[in-house]
């Protein structure tokens, strides 16, 4: 079992900078990527960066093209960096660890999201 904690959120200015630190305690050894995800209001939930345990990092969306994500050598600790933020960057971000379960399976390890609210 897998328990992964987000932190960083909080109120940040239109045009500021965002780091978000996600934190897994637990085996990691069958780690296939962590990522970041963030659901904003009246929108699902939609991925913004994922990293591979090998090191392949793909992004995607307006948040994905002004995102960084990185992580330490253990996995254990992943980062995710966004600049220019907008009010529209208003959501809960998530960080998702997918773990492999058996022969061909995937578990989701999600933390509890931390709040990101964009003020104009």
Do not use: K
């Not at 992580?71 to 907008?86: F, G, I």
Request: net charge negative; charged share 15%; glycine share 12%.
């Amino acid at each position: 079992q897998l328990h992964v904690v987000e932190s960083g959120g909080g109120f940040v200015q239109t045009g500021a900078s965002l780091s978000l630190t996600c934190t897994a305690t637990g085996d990691l050894d069958e780690l296939l990527a962590t990522a970041w995800h963030r659901q904003r209001p009246g929108h699902p939930r939609e991925l913004i960066a994922r990293l591979t345990s090998g090191g392949l990092g793909t992004y995607e969306g307006s948040a994905g093209s002004r995102a960084a994500i990185s992580a330490n050598d253990a996995r254990n600790t992943v980062h995710l960096y966004m600049h220019s933020l907008q009010p529209e960057d208003t959501a809960v971000y998530y960080c998702d660890y997918e773990m492999r379960a058996g022969a061909v399976g995937i578990d989701h390890y999600w933390g509890q999201g931390t709040q990101v609210t964009v003020s104009t």
